[in-house]
Nanobody
Framework: QFQFVESGGGLVQPGGSLRLSCAAS????????IGWFRQAPGKEREGVLC????????IYADSVKGRFTISRDNAKNMVYLQMNSLKPEDTAVYYC?????????????????WGQGTQVTVSS
């Protein structure tokens, strides 16, 4: 059974940092592109960052450029989202998702395996 479990969310003050983790079980990540998505209350789910099976990454949310980075450790079957200089508008539930193959996308409908999400709240 394919499964993702996200962790690392929480409450952080503006300007702070968090590192989200995504642990995969039931499949190996090295054949998948992995995306991080987020959904704020009342808004549609949006693509944030994606990392290709080879390790190259793509950014889909301009607002996170220079602040968020994505990485993967295929040996540990893990993907990470490092979030720095957090802003209140980053508040959302963050999800990781897998898409079989090399290519990334910001389109959530192309990703077939999803985690349950982890809440990130940026507030003073």
């Amino acid at each position: 059974q394919f499964q993702f479990v996200e962790s690392g969310g929480g409450l952080v003050q503006p300007g702070g940092s968090l590192r989200l983790s995504c642990a995969a079980s039931g499949f190996t990540l090295d054949r998948y592109a992995i995306g991080w998505f987020r959904q704020a209350p009342g808004k549609e789910r949006e693509g944030v960052l994606c990392i290709r099976s080879s390790g190259g990454s793509a950014i889909y949310a301009d607002s996170v450029k220079g602040r968020f980075t994505i990485s993967r450790d295929n040996a540990k079957n893990m993907v990470y989202l490092q979030m720095n200089s957090l802003k209140p508008e980053d508040t959302a539930v963050y999800y990781c998702a897998a898409r079989r193959g090399y290519y990334c996308s910001g389109d959530a409908s192309l990703f077939g395996t999803w985690g349950q999400g982890t809440q990130v709240t940026v507030s003073s």
